[in-house]
């Protein structure tokens, strides 16, 4: 089966400036989540859909990061203004449902670097 | 916030020998998972154990889970050069009424040739 598809790969944007990231998960699954990576440290999450609905976005800064899953399949992550603390490597995942029996399928990630 | 603490940090082997990784964690959990993660890459699932399992095998990897005390270890047998990576654990804890993991800092394994 296809895995999880991210884009782009990499991005270099000066402070200030909005960044956009797309992931399109694993055909069926309900769930998807975007975790944030900073170098050195474990993925954190951001935000858990739930077919199109939010499940959790506790973590996610709401002054500055805004997502969205239209019609419950691709999704996309916004950054408006960046600043240099938002470097990171942003992944997305997906899982069949929101109670998880295999694990969670990550895409190969969007390395950010705001300079 | 971060419940998983994985030790060591960093671990430095040769190819052959056995490494040993051990994750800590605070809270009640459903499940707890292991992830690969290479450099640049994205994480890639390793194992999946219950909280009503105590061991769990899958090819050269071992994990065991204690809920008494709140831990979990995994081991990989005859390591190779291509296990170098970083290995993180992920707890799904129970208070949530759905699947979220939280990760640990993960323990960067080296393995030379």
Excluded at chain 2, 65 to 88: E, G, P
Aim: with cysteine; net charge positive.
């Amino acid at each position: 089966e296809a895995g999880v598809a991210q884009s782009p790969r990499y991005k270099i944007i000066e402070k200030r400036q909005s960044v956009a990231f797309w992931c399109n998960p694993i055909s069926g699954h309900a769930t998807l989540y975007w975790y944030q990576q900073i170098l050195g440290q474990g993925p954190k999450l951001l935000i858990q859909f739930q077919n199109n609905g939010v499940v959790d976005d506790s973590q996610l800064p709401k002054d500055r990061f805004s997502a969205e899953r239209l019609k419950g399949v691709d999704s996309t992550l916004k950054i408006q203004p960046a600043k240099l603390e938002d470097s990171a490597v942003y992944l997305c995942a997906s899982s069949e449902g929101q109670y998880v029996r295999h694990g969670y399928t990550f895409g190969s990630g969007t390395r950010l670097t705001v300079v | 916030s971060q419940q998983g603490e994985e030790d060591p940090q960093a671990l430095s082997i040769q190819e052959g020998e056995n490494a040993t990784m051990n994750c800590s964690y605070k809270t009640s959990i459903n499940n707890l998972q292991w992830y690969r993660q290479n450099s640049g890459r994205g994480l890639v699932h390793l194992i999946l154990i219950r909280s009503n399992e105590r061991e769990k095998h899958s090819g050269r990897l071992r994990v065991t889970l204690d809920t008494s005390k709140k831990s979990s270890s995994l081991l990989i047998t005859a390591s190779r050069a291509a296990d170098t990576a970083s290995y993180f654990c992920a707890t799904d804890p129970i208070e949530s009424g759905y699947s979220t993991l939280t990760f640990g800092k993960g323990t960067m394994l080296l393995v030379s040739p």
